[in-house]
């Protein structure tokens, strides 16, 4: 990145929050990310905590790219967002599904460590009642023969728009695409966690695209991609990485200069948090606006981390600020 700023001038105003969540969600009850300010605006970094370094720096490219550099041109202003229902009993689906008003598309977390298909089933079947069009995602989480077996289960009622990283590596995708040929496949970690997320579409393993500004290094990378993945015509969603205000306004900017977009995104996870560091956007018709919303200085005070949480993320910034200028 040629605008790169020194260690000193991305770490003039840093602000590192811990948002809280309704329910729990990968296994955590509050998100932290830091936050930068450059001249630009502000910048999201919130690798999560057990990432190493070399995977965190293209978060914090991420970061410096929304900071020093800006959005892309726009082509839309509004983005349709997916509810996103973290992987809790059916009986909570309702309360979850309230605070995403208008979608017609939910994502549901299935294949969550110690549940059983049943309880996959009965999940997405009290999100099916209430939302015409249902996706999954299991982020890796069965083998082959237990994708199998899940996705027949899942889709014995009813259809799924489209099953995401059922398994966890590209071979098994692809397996499991010539296996239920009639079930649309997403790739996920196998983009955003790859040494080349081309691969995956180039093996035959994903009929969807699942991208994300932070983990791909920026919103022009992921536009860089998006030219790449329509090669071989697999449509993209943009999706969240359980990001703030701000990280959401990265999306969001991505979301909206993509030339193509026809699937809701996975944008609208502002809505698992009970308070955000900005008035959230409010979703109308199931769509979010793209203009850039800027921290409110009283909530980051309200939801500041701890010193020692503060001096942990300030640190992990300094040794990815040190990967990314080795890069350059
Ligand atoms: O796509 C969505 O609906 C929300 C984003 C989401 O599910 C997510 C959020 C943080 C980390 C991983 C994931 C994921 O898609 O696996
Ligand atoms: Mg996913």
């Known amino acids: 990145m040629s605008e790169l700023p020194t260690l000193a001038e991305l770490t003039t105003e840093v602000r590192v929050v811990s948002l ?9 009850t509050a998100r932290e990310v830091a936050l930068v300010r450059g001249p630009a605006g502000w910048g999201e970094f ?4 057990e990432y190493g370094d070399d995977e965190a720096a293209h978060w914090l490219r991420s970061a410096i790219e929304a900071a020093w550099l800006g959005q892309p041109a726009a082509v839309r202003s509004r983005v349709a967002v997916n509810a996103t229902v973290p ?3 059916a009986d909570q689906v309702p309360m979850v599904l309230a605070k995403f008003p208008g979608v017609s598309t939910a994502k549901v977390k299935v294949a969550e460590p110690g549940q059983t298909i049943d309880d996959d089933v009965r999940r997405v079947d009290a999100v099916r009642s209430q939302i015409p069009n249902v996706r999954v995602d299991a982020n890796g989480g069965w083998s082959l023969d237990e994708a199998t077996r899940a996705l027949t289960a899942l889709t014995a009622v009813g259809p799924l728009e489209y099953a995401e990283q059922p398994c966890r590596t590209v071979d098994e995708l692809v397996e499991l695409r010539r296996r239920l040929p009639e079930i649309r496949i997403a790739a996920d970690e196998s983009i955003r966690r790859a040494e080349d997320p081309i691969r995956v579409a180039r093996m035959g393993g994903c009929d969807v695209a699942v991208v994300k500004v932070a983990p791909l290094g920026g919103m022009r990378r992921l536009l860089d991609l998006a030219v790449e993945l329509a090669d071989f015509g697999i449509p993209l969603v943009v999706s969240s990485a ?3 205000v701000v990280g959401m306004n990265a999306g969001l900017a991505a979301a909206a200069a993509l030339p193509e977009l026809q699937l809701a995104c996975g944008l609208g996870t502002g809505g698992l948090f009970t308070e955000d560091v900005a008035e959230p956007r409010s979703l109308v018709d199931g769509a979010l606006e793209v203009a850039p919303i800027d921290p409110d200085p009283e909530r980051l005070t309200r939801l500041a ?3 020692d949480r503060a001096d942990w993320w300030l640190e992990r910034l300094a040794r990815c600020h040190r990967i990314v200028a080795g890069a350059e």
Do not use: C, E, H, Q
């Not at 919130?46 to 905590?49: L, N, Q």
């Open 305 to 307: 981390v701890t010193a």
């Open 242 to 244: 359980l990001d703030s």
């Open 20 to 28: 809280p969540m309704r329910v729990r969600f990968r296994g955590i």
């Open 87 to 89: 992987a809790v009993a």
């Open 46 to 49: 919130g690798p999560f905590p």
